[in-house]
């Protein structure tokens, strides 16, 4: 395979790096995601889906999508937006805050802490660069994990301006290579699955460092939004999804905030499920519907009255 990452142009124009912009509407990042109970894996796709606005900010809803269909060990529906070369996250416990995961102004020697899900996770810039990347120089700063006592691990990172986490260049399998580094660190003690970037594709630029990907091959799966309806929203002690007749549900699912399954209805090919939530507590869940023509995802509100 051809690395692309390290050609150099033989015109005599030089590179001319220009800051990368995060998050704009025609990014996509594809990952292999590999389950840490079962070993299954799935080929996802990130995606812009529409501008928005969380708690006053404006931001992009972001959704992963996998095909085969994969159940994330959070949410797929995330919230980001950019700012001055940061990157910040919506995060969605404790009432919700938005963290930074991203900051190109720090330089070598700089820290960062991100909140995951369990504790915070401490890094140290140990090196800033630029790689080429097609036509274009891209700013890279490489990350190493801190232990407790702020001693660097041998856990690293490349990240690289514009696009994220993108492993280790140069290693043949990237590793917990995820673009929202606040979810689950791989060195939980939870064995959730590991996300390995692929390839990132935008109208600009191309990147595929990695065997295993055709760039923007991946689609993102059907819009049920007009096929299915969930109701009522908010809910009590129930709700119920309908689908279209050619569209059958298989299975339903509900997520609290944190990414943890609370409740499940297994569906026998029928249009219409009835969820019972009288035992669940009052609170914001993101609802999975998987059915025969695909997944639809929507948050759903439970208000206990």
């Known amino acids: 395979m051809k690395n692309i990452l390290f050609i150099l142009s033989l015109t005599i124009c030089a590179h001319v790096t220009h800051a990368q912009t995060w998050l704009a509407n025609d990014h996509q990042w594809t990952y292999n995601i590999v389950s840490g109970f079962t070993q299954e894996t799935a080929m996802c796709l990130q995606y812009i889906v529409k501008d928005t606005v969380v708690q006053g900010q404006n931001c992009k809803q972001v959704q992963l999508n996998c095909d085969p269909f994969f159940n994330p060990f959070f949410s797929p529906l995330k919230y980001a937006y950019a700012e001055d070369n940061k990157v910040f996250v919506w995060r969605s416990v404790n009432g919700g805050t938005w963290i930074k995961i991203y900051d190109f102004n720090l330089q070598v020697g700089d820290t960062m802490e991100i909140p995951n899900a369990f504790i915070p996770t401490k ?36 990240i690289l301006e514009g696009i994220g986490n993108v492993g280790v260049l140069g290693s043949p399998t990237p590793q917990c290579s995820h673009f929202f580094m606040h979810e689950l660190p791989c060195t939980s003690f939870v064995d959730g699955p590991d996300y ?79 969820v019972d939530t009288a035992q669940l507590p009052a609170g914001m869940y993101m609802l999975l519907v998987h059915s025969a023509e695909g997944q639809y995802a929507q948050l759903v509100i439970l208000e206990k009255i």
Not at 129 to 153: F, H, M, P, Y
Request: contains cysteine; aromatic residues 8%.
């Open 123 to 158: 890094y140290k810039i140990t090196k800033v660069d630029e790689v080429s990347i097609g036509q274009q120089l891209v700013k890279r700063q490489q990350w190493a994990q801190l232990d407790n006592n702020n001693n660097v691990t041998s856990i690293y990172y490349d």
């Open 196 to 274: 390995k970037f692929i390839c990132f594709s935008s109208n600009n630029n191309n990147y595929a460092p990695y065997d295993g990907c055709t760039v923007s091959a991946a689609e993102p799966k059907t819009n049920l939004k007009n096929e299915v309806a969930v109701q009522p929203n908010p809910a009590n002690d129930h709700l119920t999804v309908r689908t279209a007749l050619n569209n059958p549900i298989r299975r339903v699912q509900l997520y609290d905030v944190q990414g943890a399954l609370q409740l499940e209805v297994q569906a026998a090919e029928t249009v219409t499920v009835d």
